[in-house]
């Protein structure tokens, strides 16, 4: 499968700690996007990369949040001191820079924050 | 910033055509992208239309009018399949921002 991979699936914490996802995009794809979307709701924009370097983060990201690409493969998305308010799917997606309106998302992570 | 309506749910019977309008107020528009997303499931691109006009893939179509800031997506001859959320996204050049979304529910 070559498709947007993210890992993990699924996970529960509580509130306070600090969680880390990962998103394997698709590997010729040179932009890579991070959303978050709640119930009934679209997906809400977060950051994206093209390449390594991060070019825009929605104002509506607190600095609890960071977002890596260090190779410009695989990217991570941190969370510290989790809240409540955390909880949802945090999706990735990722396309060709020439076509960022055509973007490829992964199965996300459900993340649950007790 | 960039807003998008529409409508929250529409219901139709197996094999009608069912249109799915989307209005957007934006800065920076480049053109508008449609998703479609089953329950669990990740959104999935459909089409996308940067230029006035019909774009047609197999049953959908997308129609997309700049001075009318206005746009949809038409399915044709439906199926129960096409049960799902259906979201316009208006896309800048960095990112796109998405509608709330439609779901469409398909009857027999």
């Known amino acids: 499968d070559t498709g947007v991979s993210q890992d993990p699936r699924h996970k529960i914490t509580k509130r306070g700690q600090n969680v880390t996802f990962r998103c394997d995009p698709i590997?010729?794809?040179?932009?890579l996007y991070w959303y978050r979307q709640t119930l009934g709701q679209g997906p809400e924009f977060l950051t994206y990369?093209?390449?390594?370097?991060?070019?825009?983060k929605s104002r509506l990201l607190s600095d609890r949040f960071s977002a890596e690409r260090p190779k410009g493969s695989f990217s991570t998305l941190e969370i510290q001191r989790t809240e409540q308010g955390d909880s949802a799917m945090y999706l990735c997606a990722s396309s060709l820079a020439l076509r960022p309106n055509e973007q490829f998302f992964g199965p996300g992570t459900r993340l649950t924050v007790l | 910033g960039q807003s998008l309506e529409q409508p929250s749910e529409v219901t139709a019977v197996e094999g009608a055509i069912v249109q799915i309008n989307c209005t957007y107020q934006?800065?920076?528009?480049?053109?508008l992208s449609w998703y479609q997303q089953h329950d669990g499931g990740a959104p999935t691109f459909l089409s996308y239309n940067a230029l006035d006009g019909l774009e047609e893939t197999g049953r959908f179509s997308s129609f997309l009018s700049r001075s009318d800031s206005y746009g949809y997506l038409l399915l044709q001859e439906l199926q129960m399949k096409d049960s799902a959320s259906y979201f316009c996204a208006a896309g800048s050049a960095r990112q796109l921002t998405f509608g709330s979304g439609t779901q469409l529910t398909v009857l027999p």
């Open positions: 934006t800065s920076g528009f480049y053109g």
């Open positions: 590997s010729e794809h040179n932009r």
């Open positions: 990369f093209q390449n390594e370097a991060q070019l825009e």
